[in-house]
C-alpha cells in the first residue's frame, strides 16, 4: 500500500512508523526540514518539503497514486484542503486530523467528512474520550472493539486458570460460565 502523511509531527510520524512497520510506501510531507531529516534517517520514507496545501508538493509526493492520504498537521483547516485536494488530484481514501470541534459537530445529520470529498475527520480528543470511556463501562477489560455502528462489542478480557471457558467457544458458553 502507498501512503502519504502530511505533517511529520507527533502523530504524523507515529503514523508513518507504523504503516513502515507494517510494510507500506510511505511519503511525508513537511515544511520543516529539520523534522523531515529526522523521519528520515529513522524511518525507511519518502519525503517532500512543502505546504500540505500545495498542489506541487502533493503531486510531487505522489497523492495521485496513493492508496491513502492523512493530513496531520497542527493546522486544521490546512488538514482539510489538503485531504480535499488529494481526494481530487486522485488519491484513494483520504482522511484530516481536526482538533477544533466544529468539524466533529455534525450540521442536518451531516458532518464536514459527508459535505466535503473526503472520507473521515478524525478529533484526536473525541477519540481518546471514547476510548477512556469504553474501559470505565467495562472494568477488567484489555481491548473493547466496536462494530456494527456501536451494536455490537467484542471485548478482550483475563479468565481464571480455572474457568469452564478455557477451550470452548463463545457459541458453546453462557455468561456464568466464563469465571472471571
Known amino acids: 500500500m502507498k501512503a502519504v502523511i ?8 507515529n503514523l508513518a512508523e507504523m504503516l513502515v512497520r507494517e510494510g507500506n510506501n510511505v511519503t511525508v510531507i513537511d515544511t520543516d526540514r529539520g523534522k523531515l531529516d529526522s523521519v528520515e534517517e529513522y524511518l525507511d520514507v519518502a519525503a517532500v518539503e ?6 506541487k508538493a502533493l503531486r510531487s509526493a505522489g497523492v495521485h ?10 493546522d486544521d483547516e490546512a488538514n482539510i484542503v489538503a485531504a480535499v485536494a488529494a481526494k481530487r488530484l486522485g488519491a484513494g481514501k483520504c ?3 481536526c482538533r477544533n470541534q466544529i468539524y466533529s459537530s455534525t450540521l442536518d445529520g451531516k458532518g464536514y467528512s459527508d459535505l466535503i470529498d473526503i472520507d473521515l475527520v478524525v478529533n484526536p480528543e473525541n ?10 463501562k467495562t472494568p477488567g477489560s484489555l ?3 466496536n462494530m456494527a455502528k456501536g451494536k455490537v462489542h467484542l471485548r478482550e478480557i483475563v479468565v481464571g486458570r480455572q474457568s469452564k471457558a478455557i477451550g470452548k467457544t463463545l457459541k ?7 469465571g472471571l
Open 143 to 145: 481491548v473493547i472493539e
Open 127 to 136: 477519540l481518546t474520550a471514547l476510548e477512556i470511556v469504553k474501559l470505565i
Open 172 to 178: 458453546s458458553l453462557s455468561l456464568g460460565q466464563i
Open 50 to 55: 512543502g505546504q500540505c496545501t500545495d498542489l
Open 6 to 13: 502530511a505533517g511529520c509531527g507527533a502523530v504524523g510520524r
Open 65 to 74: 497514486g496513493c492508496d491513502i492520504f492523512v493530513a496531520a498537521t497542527d
Open 95 to 97: 482522511a484530516a486530523r
